[in-house]
C-alpha cells in the first residue's frame, strides 16, 4: 500500500495543463495587487490542480481534506462547471503531501474562500486553453466554439474535438493569470445546487473509507500506554513478561515512549494493558482547582488589540459591566484517532485523519531525523475532528512504533480514554466586559479583556507540539505558544464587535503557561468572546427596556449583519404574540472573524421550574456566507455548528483534580444525545457573484449566547458561565 510513486508516473498519458493565454479571454477585473486568487497564489502551476486523462478522467487535485464539511463535493461542482464536465467524470485527489498542492491546514473556515477560490480561477483558466486549442485545430474563432462534457464542438462548421483529444500524452508548462472570468451564474450547472455529497455513498454502504477501517497485507496493530498525568516520566518497566506473551512482535521504548507491537489487535491490548501495569512513573503535574483565577492571576502578555477613543461628547448616563466563563472542553471525536504508518527503510508513508497532513508529516520527518521527502502523508477520513484533537499526536505514535518494524504496517488506535486525556482541549476563557452607554441605552465606550491560553498548538511541522515528540529520550521542547494576529487572531478571535461603538478598548490578556494541553477546538476563541459579547448585548438591551434586536440593529452599520439579524428573526417569529410560561426566546449574532459568514440564532427553551432542566425546543438560524455553492451542504454545515455548540454550552467540562484528568469516558464527559438536538430551521441569503466566506465555524458562538439570553428570558436568572446547566440556575420559586 505504500508503493512509490512519483508525480511524473503519475501523470503519464495526461495533459498538464498551461499556456500562453490569448487576450480576448483576459478577465477585466485584474487580481488584488497583482495577486493570484486564493491558494492559486500559493500554487501558480496550473499542473498543480488539474489534469486530463487520455481515458478521459479529469483529475482535481487539492490540498484540502473531507472532514465530513463536504469541501471537495463543492470543490467538484465548481470545477465541473468550470471546466463544462459531468460531475462523474471528475476524481479528486486530496490531501496526499506527493501529489496534492500544499494548501495547510484544514482549518479556520478558510476552504472555501482559499481552496474553492483557486479551484474556480483554475478550471476556468484550463477551459479557455482547451478551448484556444480547439479553435486552432477546427479552423473556428474561439468564442463561437461550444463545450458539452469536455467536448468543444462548433456550431456552424460541425466539426469537433474532446478535451482528451487534444492533449493526449502532452504536457505543458505555464502559471496561472488568474484573468479569466468564472461562468456567469446563469450558465452554471452545478454551483447553487444542493448536489449529493460524494463522500457519502461509500460511508452509507460501510465500505472501508475510514483510518480506522484501513487494512493493508502487512498490517499490525499497535498501542501506546500513556502517562497517569501529563508531565509525568517513566520510571522503570520490565517488559520481559510481556514480551513473551502470544502475537507480541516488539516492544518500543525511547525515553518515556512506551509502545508494543502484536499481530493482532486484541494481542496489541492484552499486552499494552500488561505493559501499562509494569510500568512506574514519577508524577509532576499540579493542576490549578479553580482554572479562571489561575488565568487572572498567571503572567501573561497584554495585549491590546484596539484601543479607539471616543470623541469628544457628554459622558455615559450609566456604565454597566459583567463577567463569562469558559472552562475546559475537548473534541470529544466520536471514533477515537488512529493512524498507520509503514516504514520500508526509505519511505515512511502515513495514513492519517490529520486536518495538518502537510505540517504534520514535516513535524514527524525532524522527529525521525528524516528529511521531509521521507515521509509520504495521505489523508484519509476519520470518524469526528473539527479541530486539532488526537489525530496527529497518532500519526506520531504509528510513525514511531513502524521505525522499530520495518516493513509491516503499524495500525494505532487510540483508546476512548487516550482521546479524552491526552488530546488538546480547547482553552479555558474569562472575558469582562464594561460598557459605558447614554439615557438611550446606546454604547458610547466599550471596554472589553480576556484571559486565555493558547488555541494554536497543532505541529506545525515541530515535533515539541507533538505528544510523542516530547516523550523521547532526547525529547522536543514544546515551542513557547503564540496568540495569532489579526485578522483571524486566535484567542482573541471575534473579540472585536461588529457593532459601530464610538469608543472601543479590547485587550487580549494572552498566558502562555498551560497547565492542560490546549490547542486549536472549532472557531477558537469565537466561541467564548461571542457568547460573552452577545450575552452582554442582551443585558444591555433589557437594561434600556429596548427589544434585543431592534437594539442590535441600532449599534450596527453593516446592512449584511442587519439583513440576517432581520432573516432569523422573521422566521422564528420574534415579535409574535404572548409566550408560554417557563419558556424564553434568545438571539445571538457575529460575523466570524469579522471577515467571514454572518449567522443570526434564535432559540426557545423551555426550563422546568422544579428541576431547572433546559431543554431547547426549537432553533432558527440565519447566514450569509456570500455565493452559495452547495446549498444543503452549506445548511448542513451551520446545523451542525449549532448542534455542537449547544452540546458545549449545555453539558461540556473537562473534569480534573489537582493531579489528573477524570473526564475519561462518555459518563464524566457527557454530550447532547439525539433526544436533546431540537428542530433546526436554516435560512441561508445566497450571494451570487460574491465571494465566498467560511461558514463551519460561524454558528458556534451565536448559538452559546442565544441559549444564555433564552435561559434569561425563561427564568430571570443570568447564567454567565458555560456550560448553562441546572446547577447553575440553582433553585428558584414559581
Known amino acids: 500500500m505504500s508503493a512509490r510513486m512519483?508525480?511524473?508516473?503519475?501523470?503519464?498519458?495526461?495533459?498538464?495543463?498551461?499556456?500562453?493565454?490569448?487576450?480576448?479571454?483576459?478577465?477585466?477585473?485584474?487580481?488584488?495587487?497583482?495577486?493570484?486568487?486564493?491558494?492559486l497564489a500559493r500554487h501558480p502551476q496550473l499542473d498543480a490542480w488539474l489534469r486530463i486523462g487520455a481515458d478521459g478522467v479529469v483529475t482535481l487535485m487539492t490540498g484540502k481534506v473531507e472532514l465530513g464539511q463536504g469541501i471537495l463535493t463543492a470543490f467538484g461542482q465548481l470545477c465541473a462547471d468550470e471546466l463544462e464536465i459531468e460531475l462523474s467524470r471528475l476524481v479528486i485527489i486530496s490531501g496526499d503531501t506527493r501529489l496534492s498542492p500544499n494548501e495547510g491546514t484544514t482549518a479556520g473556515s478558510m476552504s472555501m474562500s482559499q481552496g474553492g477560490t483557486a479551484v474556480r480561477y483554475a478550471a476556468a483558466e484550463v477551459r479557455a486553453l482547451l478551448v484556444d486549442m480547439a479553435s486552432e485545430r477546427l479552423g473556428a474563432p474561439a468564442k463561437r466554439l461550444r463545450v458539452q462534457d469536455g467536448t468543444i464542438s462548433d456550431p456552424v462548421g460541425g466539426g469537433s474535438i474532446t478535451y482528451w483529444s487534444l492533449v493526449g500524452g502532452r504536457t505543458l508548462n505555464r502559471q496561472a493569470t488568474g484573468t479569466v472570468a468564472p461562468k456567469p451564474e446563469s450558465v452554471r450547472r452545478y454551483v447553487g445546487r444542493s448536489v449529493p455529497r460524494l463522500d457519502l455513498p461509500a460511508k452509507l454502504t460501510g465500505e472501508a473509507i475510514f483510518v480506522q477501517d484501513f487494512r493493508s497485507?502487512?498490517?499490525?496493530?499497535?498501542?501506546?500506554?500513556?502517562?497517569?498525568?501529563?508531565?509525568?516520566?517513566?520510571?522503570?518497566?520490565?517488559?520481559s513478561e510481556v514480551e513473551r506473551m502470544p502475537g507480541v512482535l516488539?516492544?518500543?521504548?525511547?525515553?518515556?515512549?512506551?509502545?508494543?507491537?502484536?499481530?493482532?489487535?486484541?494481542?496489541?491490548?492484552?499486552?499494552?494493558?500488561?505493559?501499562?501495569?509494569?510500568?512506574?512513573?514519577?508524577?509532576?503535574?499540579?493542576?490549578?482547582?479553580?482554572?479562571?483565577?489561575?488565568?487572572?492571576?498567571?503572567?501573561?502578555?497584554?495585549?491590546?488589540?484596539?484601543?479607539?477613543?471616543?470623541?469628544?461628547?457628554?459622558?455615559?448616563?450609566?456604565?454597566?459591566?459583567?463577567?463569562?466563563?469558559?472552562?475546559?472542553?475537548?473534541?470529544?471525536?466520536?471514533?477515537p484517532s488512529c493512524a498507520v504508518a509503514e516504514w520500508d527503510g526509505e519511505l515512511l508513508t502515513l495514513?492519517?485523519?490529520?486536518?495538518?497532513?502537510?505540517?504534520?508529516?514535516?513535524?514527524?520527518?525532524?522527529?525521525?531525523?528524516?528529511?521531509?521527502?521521507?515521509?509520504?502523508?495521505?489523508?484519509?477520513?476519520?470518524?469526528?475532528?473539527?479541530?486539532?484533537?488526537?489525530?496527529?499526536?497518532?500519526?506520531?505514535?504509528?510513525?514511531?512504533?513502524?521505525?522499530?518494524?520495518p516493513g509491516r504496517a503499524v495500525r494505532v488506535q487510540w483508546s476512548r480514554q487516550d482521546e479524552h486525556m491526552y488530546e488538546p482541549y480547547g482553552s479555558a476563557m474569562v472575558m469582562k466586559v464594561r460598557a459605558g452607554v447614554d439615557a438611550k441605552g446606546d454604547v458610547l465606550d466599550w471596554s472589553y479583556e480576556l484571559w486565555s491560553t493558547s488555541h494554536g498548538m497543532r505541529p506545525g511541522g515541530n515535533p515539541g507540539n507533538l505528544l510523542a515528540g516530547r516523550a523521547l529520550a532526547q525529547p522536543f521542547a514544546m515551542p513557547v505558544p503564540r496568540n495569532g494576529g489579526p485578522p483571524n487572531y486566535a484567542a482573541d478571535r471575534n473579540a472585536l464587535p461588529l457593532y459601530a461603538f464610538p469608543g472601543r478598548s479590547v485587550t487580549t490578556h494572552f498566558v502562555t503557561e498551560m497547565p492542560l494541553r490546549t490547542s486549536s477546538l472549532r472557531s477558537l476563541g469565537a466561541y467564548a468572546n461571542v457568547f460573552a459579547i452577545e450575552s452582554f448585548m442582551d443585558e444591555l438591551a433589557h437594561a434600556a427596556h429596548v427589544d434585543p434586536v431592534e437594539f442590535r440593529l441600532r449599534q450596527l452599520q453593516d446592512v449584511r449583519a442587519k439583513a440576517v439579524i432581520l432573516k432569523a428573526a422573521e422566521r422564528f417569529g420574534?415579535?409574535?404574540?404572548?409566550?408560554?410560561?417557563?419558556?424564553?426566546?434568545?438571539?445571538?449574532?457575529?460575523?466570524?472573524?469579522?471577515?467571514?459568514?454572518y449567522c443570526a440564532v434564535c432559540l426557545e427553551v423551555v426550563v422546568d421550574p422544579r428541576s431547572q432542566a433546559i431543554q431547547v425546543v426549537r432553533a432558527v438560524l440565519a447566514a450569509d456566507a456570500g455565493e452559495v455553492v452547495n446549498p444543503d451542504g452549506l445548511r448542513n454545515q451551520l446545523e451542525g455548528g449549532l448542534i455542537q455548540s449547544l452540546s458545549w454550552?449545555?453539558?461540556?467540562?473537562?473534569?480534573?483534580?489537582?493531579?489528573?484528568?477524570?473526564?475519561?469516558?462518555?459518563?464524566?464527559?457527557?454530550?447532547?444525545?439525539?433526544?436533546?438536538?431540537?428542530?433546526?430551521?436554516?435560512?441561508?441569503?445566497?450571494?451570487?457573484?460574491?465571494?465566498?466566506?467560511?461558514?463551519?465555524?460561524?454558528?458556534?458562538?451565536?448559538?452559546?449566547?442565544?441559549?444564555?439570553?433564552?435561559?434569561?428570558?425563561?427564568?430571570?436568572?443570568?447564567v454567565r458561565d458555560l456550560p448553562i446547566t441546572p446547577q447553575r440556575l440553582g433553585t428558584r420559586k414559581d
Request: charged share 20%.
Open 649 to 718: 454550552s449545555l453539558k461540556e467540562a473537562v473534569q480534573y483534580d489537582s493531579q489528573r484528568i477524570r473526564s475519561r469516558d462518555w459518563s464524566t464527559y457527557p454530550i447532547l444525545g439525539f433526544s436533546e438536538v431540537p428542530p433546526v430551521d436554516v435560512e441561508l441569503l445566497d450571494r451570487p457573484g460574491e465571494p465566498f466566506l467560511g461558514a463551519g465555524e460561524a454558528a458556534q458562538g451565536p448559538t452559546a449566547a442565544a441559549l444564555a439570553n433564552a435561559v434569561f428570558e425563561a427564568t430571570g436568572t443570568r
Open 351 to 405: 495514513y492519517t485523519h490529520s486536518q495538518s497532513v502537510f505540517d504534520t508529516s514535516e513535524a514527524i520527518a525532524k522527529m525521525l531525523g528524516l528529511s521531509k521527502d521521507k515521509v509520504r502523508a495521505r489523508h484519509m477520513h476519520g470518524a469526528g475532528c473539527y479541530g486539532h484533537n488526537g489525530a496527529d499526536d497518532a500519526a506520531a505514535d504509528a510513525a514511531l512504533l513502524a521505525r522499530a518494524l
Open 217 to 239: 497485507d502487512t498490517l499490525v496493530h499497535g498501542r501506546v500506554i500513556r502517562a497517569p498525568s501529563h508531565g509525568a516520566t517513566l520510571v522503570e518497566v520490565d517488559a
Open 574 to 597: 420574534w415579535s409574535a404574540g404572548r409566550r408560554s410560561p417557563h419558556h424564553g426566546r434568545g438571539l445571538g449574532f457575529a460575523r466570524y472573524k469579522n471577515l467571514a459568514s
Open 250 to 335: 516488539k516492544v518500543v521504548r525511547d525515553g518515556d515512549f512506551l509502545g508494543v507491537i502484536a499481530s493482532k489487535e486484541w494481542q496489541a491490548i492484552k499486552a499494552a494493558s500488561r505493559l501499562a501495569g509494569a510500568a512506574r512513573w514519577r508524577e509532576h503535574a499540579a493542576l490549578p482547582v479553580d482554572p479562571h483565577a489561575w488565568l487572572q492571576a498567571a503572567p501573561a502578555q497584554n495585549i491590546v488589540i484596539e484601543n479607539t477613543v471616543r470623541p469628544a461628547g457628554p459622558p455615559p448616563a450609566r456604565t454597566l459591566e459583567a463577567s463569562y466563563r469558559r472552562p475546559y472542553q475537548m473534541h470529544g471525536a466520536i471514533g
Open 6 to 39: 512519483d508525480r511524473r508516473s503519475l501523470l503519464k498519458g495526461s495533459l498538464v495543463l498551461a499556456f500562453a493565454l490569448a487576450h480576448p479571454r483576459a478577465f477585466s477585473e485584474a487580481p488584488r495587487q497583482g495577486r493570484l486568487p486564493g491558494d
